[in-house]
Nanobody, 125 residues
Framework: QVRLVESGGGSVQAGGSLRLSCAAS?????????GRWFRQAPGKEREAVAT???????SYSDSVKGRFTISRDTAKRTLYLQMNSLKAEDTAMYYC??????????????????WGQGTQVTVSS
């Protein structure tokens, strides 16, 4: 079982930056997990915005590409989402998720198994 705890959300003006953190419990090597960040705005479907594979390959949704960066610190068992040039449309609840894929897995399973409780990001224009 893995418990994920997000932090770092808050309110910021458009053009500003925030860094979200997601601390993971557990004993399995953190580098064997796929990490994802999702967001969900009121009245909208949940959107996957960033993914990092066990090999460290990253991918982003078109809506955040070039502005957001997903990363991880395996020693601290923490997943990060650096968000720059924030826009009002980035306002949402942000969730981290993790799924064990294996130490050398080149890709990630479709579904995420472990989820954090979410952290609110509000961007004012």
């Amino acid at each position: 079982q893995v418990r994920l705890v997000e932090s770092g959300g808050g309110s910021v003006q458009a053009g500003g930056s925030l860094r979200l953190s997601c601390a993971a419990s557990g004993s399995a090597p953190f580098s064997g997990y796929c990490g994802r960040w999702f967001r969900q705005a009121p009245g909208k479907e949940r959107e996957a915005v960033a993914t990092i594979t066990p090999l460290g390959t990253t991918s982003y949704s078109d809506s955040v590409k070039g502005r957001f960066t997903i990363s991880r610190d395996t020693a601290k068992r923490t997943l990060y989402l650096q968000m720059n040039s924030l826009k009002a449309e980035d306002t949402a609840m942000y969730y981290c998720a993790a799924t064990w894929a294996g130490m050398s897995a080149p890709g990630c399973p479709r579904e995420s198994k472990y989820w954090g409780q979410g952290t609110q990001v509000t961007v004012s224009s």
